[in-house]
């Protein structure tokens, strides 16, 4: 048929085919599972971000991925560190103290963005959190898996 041979692409496959901003690698397993899911579900919530952000989405679909990652921020922190104090990890006030200060970014950043979406810095705030949590994981999320891994 004619016809068929001139469809339009789909607009998924244009999405797609934006390279990752963040891609998940080996390197930022820890060694607990429970963890190292979460990390990589943040990783995909992040991409999803960027690519929303980057792939010319509507306003509200951009609005709706940074509202779910900034929802799953909060919740994997309370998840670790309910694994944290299960496991009696002697540092845990120090690594919430560190999980309470990117919480409060992101309350700022939820405000700044409510407040004015338009002239919102998402670059900024994208190589903020991901420049913070590599960090994160690679440091301290580590110390913790290797305290837990030795007990
Ligand atoms: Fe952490």
Aim: no cysteine; hydrophobic share 45%.
């Amino acid at each position: 048929m004619l016809g068929l041979s001139k469809r339009k692409p789909v607009a998924g496959a244009a999405r797609d085919a934006v390279a990752p901003f963040l891609p998940w690698s080996e390197k930022y397993r820890v060694g607990n599972e429970a963890i190292d899911n979460d990390h990589h579900r943040l990783f995909e919530l992040i991409n999803q971000f960027h690519a929303a952000v980057h792939g010319g989405q509507a306003p509200r679909v951009v609005k709706a991925t940074l509202e779910e990652l900034l929802d799953y921020v909060r919740q994997h922190f309370d998840r670790e560190e309910k694994i944290m104090a299960l496991a009696r990890y002697p540092d845990l006030a120090r690594h919430r103290e560190m999980h309470a200060r990117l919480r409060r970014a992101v309350a700022a950043t939820e405000m700044s963005y409510q407040v004015a979406a338009r002239i919102f810095d998402f670059t900024s705030f994208l190589s903020f959190l991901q420049s913070w949590l590599t960090k994160h994981i690679l440091v301290e999320d580590r110390k913790f898996a290797d305290f837990a891994g030795q007990s």
